[in-house]
């Protein structure tokens, strides 16, 4: 089966447009069809899981929930062989479930490609539980690499910009030590992207561990281009709250402040997917 054969169709949409409108929970209940029951031990991890980390305590909170009111959200899997099957979304549920001493769990079952597999992993984990900077970008690189992707159609498939995509892989050039910080939280994605430019990106990131340099002092330090007759830098506040919300939405995101008089904070996207994308994160509760 070719790359074009294996690509699949509105990527962009969500899960429900992945796993089937059937499958997609409302307001937190278990549908009522297009989903059966396994037992736990019938499952194992996907090998496209694009999370390597899972928290415990976020585990142990997912735990104590399923124990009161159970697996709402069933878990997509694909057919492996007899009584066993692959995990394709929802390996967080699954864990859950067993520390919760569950014996069966909700799922659907489909028969994915693998390049869908891995479409699928990261954009549940985008859309319900942020991977790290990171295991994000890996997971693109690996679209890109195995399955004959371009940054363009990787952006397509999840659902975000081509320059977030793009942004997103630069940071894997990153010296390792300086990508263990970022995996651990001691550096953020605004940190990281801030050190791409710079001459010694290591010895940045000790300054910034150390307090002696924040994330605006590290971009007034990184080397920018800039034309004769340009427009002036962008105040460095407004620009973190840009990059801020442009990280989390995957989304070129300006905001234009007029002092007194309030502003605007204007988010571009380029299909209808990516609105409706935007639109159900504004209307989550």
Known sequence: MTPKEERPRGLGRGL????????????GEVPAKGSRTLPVAFLKPGRFQPRKAFAD????????????????????VRPLGTDSYEIVAGERRWRAAQLAKLHDVPVVVRDLADAEA???AIIENIQRADLNALEEAA????????FSRTQEQVAQDVGKSRSHVANSVRLLRLPEPVKQW????????GHARTLLSAADPEAA???ILAGQMSVRQAEQHSPKKTKPGGKPPKDPNLADLEANISNKLGLKTQIIHRGDKGGEVRIAYS????LEEITRRLSRS
């Not at 997971?139 to 195995?146: I, K, N, S, T």
């Not at 970022?182 to 994605?189: H, M």
């Open 182 to 189: 970022l995996r651990e939280g001691k550096l953020t994605a």
């Open 205 to 207: 990131a000790r300054e």
């Open 139 to 146: 997971a693109y690189q690996e679209l890109m690499d195995h």
């Open 57 to 76: 305590a976020a585990l142990a909170e997912l735990a104590a929930s399923i124990k009161e009111k159970g697996v709402l959200t069933p878990i997509l």
């Open 271 to 274: 299909s209808l997917e990516q």
């Open 118 to 120: 891995l479409e699928i």
């Open 16 to 27: 429900s447009a992945l796993i089937g409108d059937e499958a997609a929970p409302t307001r």
